[in-house]
């Protein structure tokens, strides 16, 4: 029962690095080629940053912040997470 919308594209350049030993982070962004269903494609501008860190030797946690531009509003989303490794 879900109605498909479009899809977005991303083509994102990015840097990564270490903070100390258990935690690291990143930054990218780049164009979105955004698709929605039955209209033409736009180019739109699109980034995020994270980090995450371990907790355990199998567990890390994770947040994320990023953003699209649009032709009225901009977007903007956060992540949070646990990542179990076994």
Same mark, same amino acid.
């Given at each position: 029962?879900?109605?498909?919308?479009? =899809?977005?594209?991303?083509?994102h350049? &990015?840097?990564?690095? @270490? $903070?100390? #030993? /258990?935690?690291?982070? %990143?930054?990218q962004?780049?164009?979105?080629?955004?698709?929605?269903?039955?209209?033409?494609?736009? =180019?739109?501008?699109?980034?995020?940053? &994270?980090?995450?860190? @371990? $907790?355990? #030797? /199998?567990?890390?946690? %994770?947040?994320?912040?990023?953003?699209?531009?649009?032709?009225?509003?901009?977007?903007?989303?956060?992540?949070?997470?646990?990542?179990?490794?076994?």
């Amino acid at each position: 029962g879900s109605d498909y919308e479009g =899809t977005v594209t991303e083509a994102h350049v &990015g840097y990564e690095g @270490a $903070l100390g #030993e /258990s935690a690291g982070w %990143y930054i990218q962004a780049g164009p979105a080629l955004v698709s929605p269903d039955g209209e033409e494609t736009e =180019t739109e501008f699109s980034g995020k940053t &994270g980090a995450s860190v @371990a $907790l355990s #030797e /199998s567990l890390s946690a %994770y947040g994320e912040i990023s953003f699209i531009t649009g032709d009225d509003d901009n977007g903007y989303g956060t992540k949070l997470g646990l990542t179990y490794s076994f």
